[in-house]
């Protein structure tokens, strides 16, 4: 027998999460499908609403709502244009609260960007951050000490810190390279497993021992975004009384620790709410019918599924997720509803010359054409299903990494698509 739910969300990235976070919060029978979980793993664990002018100034923005007219005249296709300025901003504003709810203390800074130290000493302009992060911001001054750990890959205090000085920033930052104690038995320890050991107690201390005479002289000390995992908010805490003065973190290369925490607590609120997670199927077909997705079918360990619902939510990425599937050909397809994707068929204009181009690559805009309610349209601007919303990456026109627009479109789209489901 086909089973009923109220909504059914496809994909458990940052925009799945929100769109099913908020319909069980609404009291909707509410399923999650998804392969895997998504994006967020790879993020900094910010919302970047708008970083940068486009190219080629590509200067940093800091007031990035007033800015978003500027930005958008240039890109006619942005999501943006389909969600507006207050929306957006309350869609933010809402996702605040909802983080809160899970211990996250994401801030916001009356519509400015923070300032933040990136993993290579760059400035990351960003929309939301958690607390830990925004305690690192530039603009505050000051001195700063960079710890890292030389057994920890991927995060450079000495990279960090010569690029942060090089810019005439108003900052000084100085780094320092720790040793992990032989207790430990660590040579090469990724964000993760270091994140564990921050939960320990008597490593803090030993931490802020190794410190208390280096960290003297410094406005505030700054580590990897390593500061504890699912006890993150006492690892902050303690840390910060211990070392006796700020402390922040910075985001690392991946896995994102920040970003892990932001996928835990998104996931337990969701169940929380009584919605049904489902990681690790894939969902192969949907059927659309006269206008209206009739139902889905997913792959369990035994046998296919059908499952049926009064609103559909497809947030599965874009290529980079598995929302998107592409061919050596030139095709380039969306494997569940045989959705129309705006794209060239000439795979030689996918990508520009250089792999890192200023302008990005043409490929990034494909995706999946939407109305106003986020439902697909055809070529003509048809709804092709009413009761079917696309969120996230998967949206064509536009590529994230121009201006930084990512986990805002994500999480704003999401937003909308939330409010739509009566
Ligand atoms: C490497 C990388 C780094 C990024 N860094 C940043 C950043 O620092 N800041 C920023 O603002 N933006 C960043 N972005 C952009 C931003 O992360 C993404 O736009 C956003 O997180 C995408 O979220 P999403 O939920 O739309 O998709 P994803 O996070 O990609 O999630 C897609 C979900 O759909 C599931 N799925 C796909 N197909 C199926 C199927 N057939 N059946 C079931 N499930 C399916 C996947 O398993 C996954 O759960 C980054 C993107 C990438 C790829």
Request: aromatic share 8%.
């Amino acid at each position: 027998m086909t089973q009923q739910f109220d909504t059914v969300v496809i994909g458990a990235g940052l925009a799945g999460l929100t769109t099913a976070i908020q319909s069980a919060q609404q009291n909707k029978k509410t399923l999650l499908v998804a392969t895997g979980i998504g994006a967020l793993l790879l993020t900094s664990g910010c919302v970047d609403v708008l970083g940068f002018q486009s190219a080629p100034s590509r200067e940093p923005i800091a007031n990035p709502l007033d800015k978003l007219p500027a930005f958008l005249a240039d890109q006619p296709h942005h999501p943006y244009h389909l969600i507006g300025r207050e929306k957006i901003k309350s869609s933010l504003n809402q996702f605040v609260t909802m983080v809160n709810q899970i211990g996250l203390d994401y801030q916001h800074r009356d519509g400015q960007n923070w300032f933040l130290p990136s993993p290579a000493g760059a400035v990351h302009p960003t929309y939301l951050a958690p607390k830990s992060l925004t305690q690192g911001d530039i603009t505050t001054g000051g001195s700063m000490l960079l710890v890292g750990f030389h057994e920890l890959r991927d995060f450079y205090p000495h990279l960090i810190s010569k690029n942060l000085n090089a810019q005439d920033l108003g900052i000084t930052s100085t780094p320092h390279k720790l040793n992990l104690p032989s207790t430990i038995n660590a040579t090469n320890i990724t964000p993760l497993e270091l994140a564990r050991v921050f939960e320990q107690a008597e490593f803090r201390q030993q931490l802020a021992v190794a410190l208390s005479s280096v960290a003297k002289g410094y406005d505030r000390i700054g580590f990897p975004a390593v500061l504890g995992l699912q006890q993150h908010r006492q690892v902050l805490a303690d840390l910060t009384r211990r070392v006796g003065k700020p402390i922040f973190e910075i985001s690392t290369l991946p896995p994102s620790v920040p970003g892990r925490r932001l996928f835990d607590g998104l996931r337990n609120l969701f169940q929380q709410a009584g919605g049904r997670l489902i990681i690790g199927s894939r969902v192969t077909q949907g059927k659309i019918e006269q206008g209206m997705v009739s139902e889905i079918v997913f792959q369990t360990s035994n046998r296919p599924k059908t499952i049926s619902a009064k609103h559909y939510i497809m947030a599965t990425g874009s290529l980079f997720g598995g929302g998107l599937e592409t061919d050596m050909n030139g095709r380039i397809w969306e494997p569940i509803f045989n959705l129309p994707v705006a794209s060239e068929s000439n795979r030689h204009v996918w990508f520009a010359e250089k792999f890192i181009s200023q302008t990005g690559h043409p490929v990034s805009h494909y995706g999946i054409k939407v109305n106003e309610r986020f439902n697909p349209v055809d070529e003509t601007g048809q709804v092709i299903a009413t009761n079917l919303y696309i969120a996230g990456a998967t949206l064509a026109g536009y590529d994230w990494t121009q201006g930084r627009t990512g986990e805002g479109v994500t999480v704003t789209s999401a937003m909308k698509i939330a409010e739509q489901l009566n």
